[in-house]
């Protein structure tokens, strides 16, 4: 119990940090594995579907997803900033904290909240489809790269154009990627501001017992 309450509540959410950064890598290792497969994949693989994606890559970076990302990593970078530059000998000990009634409940508003987001993160993983994904993109550059395509075009009179309809499901495709990146950088970003919430709060109290 004596370590217990000797324990710097700082360098024990450095820990934390770097905790929760390996076992949310390891939990999502097989998604970012095959999604980088599918990234190296592209060019050799779908070379004209990939010319099609560079004409749609703004309705995948939009302004849901910068915004956001520019919210996390301006917290993350605030928070690196305090705890390693301005206050690198920071000590504020458990001890301290469970002594004074109204600092437990100031750490505990701001630690339950980051501890729940963080659960949620660790325990809700995304899943990729792989084959499906590549079967999809095969389809796709098929029809990008037939000889049956011009022929299609000429007999219905342009009526069914097999690029326009690829080069209309790459679109909606991308828009719903992006949606899905929007939802999940907005909560990084909340996930970001509860931790850095956490941190000053404890450096606060820091300051406020020095």
Partial sequence: MHSLDSANLIRVFDFYLAATLLISFVRRYPVYLDGVRVA???????????????????????????????????????????????????????????????????????????????????????????????QYLDRAEHWLSSWKTPVIRTVTLGYVDPERIVDAEVRKGLSQLGETVAWVMRWVAIQAGCRVAFGLTIWVLWAAGG
């Fill in 40 to 134: 190296l994949a592209l060019r050799g693989r779908w070379p004209k579907l990939v010319a099609r994606l560079k004409d749609h890559h703004g309705v995948l970076v939009t302004s849901q997803v910068l915004v956001p990302t520019g919210v996390a990593l301006a917290l993350m970078t605030a928070q690196t900033v305090c705890s390693r530059l301005l206050w690198p000998d920071a000590a504020i000990t458990v001890g301290e904290v469970a002594a004074s009634g109204w600092m437990r409940l100031a750490v505990l508003a701001v630690l339950v909240p980051m501890v729940l987001v963080d659960g949620y993160f660790l325990v809700r993983v995304g899943q990729f489809d792989r084959r499906e994904t590549e």
